[in-house]
């Protein structure tokens, strides 16, 4: 059964990081770009970052380039974001989402292109 599962969100203080893991089963990361996506209350899924399988380029957000990191472990099956200097506005259920040779460009990582989803975990950041 293919499985997307993130954990690691939490509380956490405004400057503040965590790291987000994605880790799969089923099937095998190698050839498969994964997206983290973020949803806040009342507003659309956002596109966060993305990684390729293929040469492992990224894509972020402007929003959080500088400040959040993905990388993955392909011997583990798992995909990270390193999220750092987190602020209020970075509050939302984060996603992973995988699809198979899909290329991670400037353009941005979108849902509909997406082909297995993560049920999400919820970062918080309060002071």
């Known amino acids: 059964q293919v499985q997307l599962v993130e954990s690691g969100g939490g509380l956490v203080q405004p400057g503040g990081s965590l790291r987000l893991s994605c880790a799969a089963s089923?099937?095998?990361?190698?050839?498969?770009?994964i997206g983290w996506f973020r949803q806040a209350p009342g507003k659309e899924r956002e596109g966060v970052s993305c990684?390729?399988?293929?040469?492992?380029?990224?894509y972020y957000a402007d929003s959080v380039k500088g400040r959040f990191t993905i990388s993955r472990d392909n011997a583990k099956n798992t995909v990270y974001l390193q999220m750092d200097s987190l602020k209020p506005d970075d509050t939302a259920v984060y996603f992973c989402?995988?699809?198979?040779?899909?290329?991670?460009?400037?353009?941005?990582?979108?849902?509909?292109?997406?082909?297995?989803w993560g049920k999400g975990t919820l970062v918080t950041v309060s002071s």
């Open positions: 990684i390729s399988s293929s040469d492992g380029s990224t």
């Open positions: 989402a995988a699809r198979p040779f899909y290329y991670c460009s400037d353009y941005g990582v979108f849902a509909d292109a997406m082909d297995y």
């Open positions: 089923g099937f095998t990361l190698d050839y498969y770009a």
